[in-house]
């Protein structure tokens, strides 16, 4: 299955499944949890037929025969032992009369029996679900296309769904915290190429993190992932943690999650033990107990708490200690105030500063968190940096880089992620970074124009069984003609010029229709057209998102040779500059890279002024009363001094 076809998979699926919802009386919330199980469930059952052959050949023959074949069997194979009653067909094929949620929780307590990393992770709360809508869901995820799917499929489904429940608000009171948008993940992942040894997350949330280096792992090595990496994450919140071991076991990657505090317990003891960290921790975390004797002894605290009610600078110290010296490396996301935070925190930093490790920071813009608008930034430390930049820090501001997703969710492209990872190898001194850069650009437009030949072939086949207009006929022959993918050219247009003459051409045809007088002949007319706007429509909708890709990959490749034309790194105003240390701490340390990199004025015109205004405003509003009650405090207490 390719990824066009996992795409549209996966977006029929959760499009069925979310009209199952809002059809019922649940919350997203609600339903968040037993649909991702039933993701699993389908999933388990693929696995378990795939391997069902491999491991019944792989048993020796005995005096008495084969015996049976156990769980360690079919782990061995990359599967879980199906006992028959937790099996997805016995379930699809259960009769009307019998309790389907009963049956759906026996599933669920069968199969954590049979995989320990689960126990007690599965819902089992389907009792509180309509009949109806249980069965339709178990259809939705029986059909055809899900039954065939083999590999990574089930892992994309699953991390699909995630996404959509997390734009949903789905778990509000956690803020979001379950799910890193993907882009912000994979530019942390491509950054710090976690290929091999411990890899820690100490705010896991989902897993997300461990499920992109699984794919970093299968792309960029020969190794198998479980022998190439181990994971561990800790995550505080209970739901967090089991939707966490979840993903880990669908993409088939073995992992320690441990459920725990971060800010009281370090249960994987790993102070500088780490080759990766990879994390995006909650922002501005507030009422920790500093005074804590766990805190105050924390050897992951060298340069001990900031006076001020945050946790950003207790997650930086903590992220900087796990790393093995001078190897290991992290990325991090962290709210945008913490880059220029004062007092303590401006001492911490400055610390920080020093020991030289902090090797990239770059700025993130509005909206890519589907629960909050706010900027963030990216932190990336290496403690074995290359001795040319042991003295400087790449500055990086991409907050004039992203698409918009929608209104209110920007996101990175597949090119801007290619763009912006070549700044980072030519900071770093590959010498093929841009070439590189430029068989990527190549490869994503050959995929998505190869996915708008395929709608483009289903179209004409179509349109040919319903008409035979010459005009109409060539005009599809000229759209499916090969292009040849070598430049950054706006190619885009020689598929969009033939399919806008088609269009026009039934246009005409329905404005000549007023003025036939041959009825026969104009109600057949307009059944022709009515069919070749059925036709276009479907095609439309099939082939937006391939058409938008291919004009934003084409945009993205032109930035590129825009940037760089001669394979070497430079400065570009209002992007990105490599800052030496003195210009840092001649900036008081402050380590926002709109300090350095200058301006680059943005014409986005859909930015949404006034939603951003009107929360600046809450925020402006929100500090004067508490400004007003510091200072009523304030001459409280200087009379009480003066009695």
Not at 16 to 25: F, G, I, M, T, V
Not at 308 to 332: C, E, I
Not at 428 to 446: C, E, R, S, Y
């Amino acid at each position: 299955m390719n990824q066009q076809q996992i795409k549209q998979l996966e977006k029929e699926l959760w499009d069925a499944a979310d009209a199952l919802r809002s059809n019922s009386k649940l919350t997203a919330a609600e339903y968040k949890d037993p649909v991702l199980g039933l993701v699993l469930l389908r999933f388990a059952q693929n696995k378990f037929d795939e391997a069902k052959p491999i491991v019944e050949a792989n048993i020796p023959e005995s005096p008495r025969g084969k015996r049976l074949a156990t769980a360690e069997d079919f782990a061995a194979a990359g599967a879980m032992l199906l006992p028959e009653l937790a099996q997805y067909d016995h379930l699809a094929n259960l009769p009307e009369s019998e309790d389907i949620a009963d049956a759906i929780n026996n599933a669920m307590k069968l199969i954590e029996e049979v995989n320990t990393s689960l126990l007690g992770n599965l819902p089992k709360n389907y009792q509180e679900f309509e009949p109806s809508l249980l069965r339709d869901l178990i259809r939705t995820f029986n059909k055809d296309a899900i039954k065939k799917a083999t590999g990574d499929v089930f892992g994309r489904i699953y991390e699909y769904f995630l996404m959509k429940f997390s734009m949903q608000g789905a778990g509000a009171q956690e803020g979001g915290e379950f799910f890193t948008p993907p882009s912000l993940v994979q530019f942390i992942v491509n950054y710090i190429e976690p290929d091999h040894g411990i890899i820690h997350d100490p705010a896991c949330g989902s897993g997300g993190m461990f499920v992109q280096t699984g794919y970093f792992v299968k792309s960029h090595t020969n190794a198998e992932v479980n022998e190439a990496i181990k994971v561990y994450g800790t995550e505080q919140k209970s739901n967090n943690t089991k939707l966490a071991k979840i993903n880990l076991a669908i993409h088939g990657i073995e992992g320690k999650i441990e459920e725990a505090n971060s800010f009281y317990a370090d249960p994987h003891d790993l102070f500088e033990k780490c080759d990766f960290v990879m994390a995006n921790p909650p922002f501005n975390v507030k009422k920790i107990d500093m005074e804590k004797e766990y805190v105050k002894t924390d050897r992951r605290l060298p340069w001990k708490t900031p006076k001020a009610d945050n946790g950003n600078y207790l997650w930086v110290q903590y992220f900087h200690s796990y790393l093995k010296p001078n190897k290991g490396r992290a990325g991090f996301v962290m709210a945008s105030s913490t880059t220029d935070a004062g007092h303590t925190e401006a001492d911490i930093r400055a610390k920080l500063v020093e020991t030289k490790d902090v090797d990239c920071i770059v700025s993130v813009g509005n909206n890519f968190f589907y629960t909050r608008s706010l900027p963030c930034h990216l932190w990336f430390l290496d403690k074995g940096k290359r001795s040319e930049n042991a003295d400087k820090v790449l500055m990086i501001d991409a907050r004039n880089v992203f698409r918009k997703v929608t209104t209110t969710v920007n996101d990175f492209s597949f090119g801007q992620l290619v763009n912006l990872d070549t700044i980072k190898h030519l900071y770093h001194g590959k010498t093929d970074a841009v070439p590189n850069a430029i068989a990527q650009h190549q490869a994503f437009l050959i995929e998505q124009f190869g996915a708008i030949f395929e709608h483009y072939k289903t179209l004409s086949e179509n349109i040919k069984t319903i008409t035979q207009d010459e005009k109409i006929l060539d005009c599809l022959t000229e759209i499916q003609n090969p292009i040849n993918v070598q430049s950054a050219d706006n190619q885009i247009d020689k598929f969009l010029e033939p399919s806008e003459k088609v269009m026009a051409l039934v246009e005409n045809w329905q404005s000549e229709l007023v003025d036939l007088e041959d009825k026969k002949l104009a109600k057949t007319l307009r059944e022709t057209i009515a069919k070749l706007n059925r036709a276009n429509t479907v095609f439309t909708e099939s082939t937006k998102e391939f058409l938008d890709y291919a004009k934003q990959g084409i945009k993205d490749w032109q930035c590129l040779l825009e940037w760089f034309t001669d394979n070497q790194y430079r400065d570009i105003e209002g992007l990105c500059k490599v800052v030496d240390l003195d210009e840092i701490r001649a900036n008081d340390y402050s380590l926002t890279p709109g300090r350095y990199v200058g301006v680059s004025i943005s014409a986005d015109e859909d930015f949404d002024y006034k939603t951003r205004l009107g929360e600046i405003n809450t925020e402006f509003t929100a500090l004067n009363i508490e400004a007003v009650g510091l200072a009523q405090l304030i001459e409280n207490n200087n009379k009480m001094l003066l009695k």
